[in-house]
């Protein structure tokens, strides 16, 4: 099993200079955007810490949404 199997379902950009993250208010370091699943479209500026954080979140719920929909096939 290799990692790059592994496809996160979230686009990651830089954060705007001077944003704070969402969670916990510290200055962001990044913007994630979930595509798919649950979270579709769902996402926001994030620390590093939240931030992974919140992929895992992705990650874990788009796997369980992709288990239970036939028409996906997770490698
Ligand atoms: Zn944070």
Do not use: K
């Not at 099993?1 to 001077?18: C, H, K, Q, T, Y």
């Amino acid at each position: 099993m290799s990692l790059n199997e592994f496809r996160r379902p979230i686009s990651v950009d830089s954060a705007p200079r001077g944003s704070r993250c969402e969670w916990c208010g510290q200055p962001a370091e990044q913007q994630l955007t979930a595509i798919g699943g649950i979270y579709h479209n769902e996402g926001g500026l994030f620390c590093r810490p939240c931030g992974e954080q919140f992929s895992l979140a992705v990650v874990t719920n788009s796997a369980r949404t992709a288990a239970n929909d036939t028409n996906l096939h997770p490698l």
